[in-house]
């Protein structure tokens, strides 16, 4: 059951625009594991509300203004509403290893 403030963040998740970007869900208290996105999803095919999700490799990192949007080898594309505790270190840390990687030119990239 989501929170009063939680909800409100979810909505104005909801509501904002990413062009040229089909969002396939929304997460909530993500965090990064193994190089997969981990939390509580909304609006997604698939999965109930609030259903906890455990997407495939992340392939893309995208940071619009307030928000990070997660690209993954399945083809989704995640919006990051909240984070869990360690959440954001996770995600920063993957980012960091993703500036390494395209020294190297790998595929994995961050925008």
């Not at 998740?13 to 190089?35: C, F, H, K, Q």
């Not at 203004?65 to 594309?77: F, Q």
Request: hydrophobic share 45%.
């Amino acid at each position: 059951m989501l929170t009063r403030h939680q909800k409100i963040r979810l909505l104005d998740a909801l509501l904002e625009r990413y062009p040229d970007e089909v969002v396939t869900g929304y997460v909530m208290n993500a965090r990064i594991v193994s190089a997969c996105l981990v939390g509580a999803v909304y609006q997604t095919w698939g999965y109930a509300q609030g259903e906890r999700l455990m997407s495939g490799a992340i392939t893309q990192i995208i940071q619009y203004e307030r928000r990070w949007l997660i690209k993954t080898t399945e083809g989704d594309c995640f919006v990051i509403v909240s984070f869990a505790p360690g959440g954001r270190r996770s995600l920063l840390h993957l980012t960091a290893l993703f500036e390494t990687a395209a020294l190297a030119h790998s595929r994995w990239c961050l925008h």
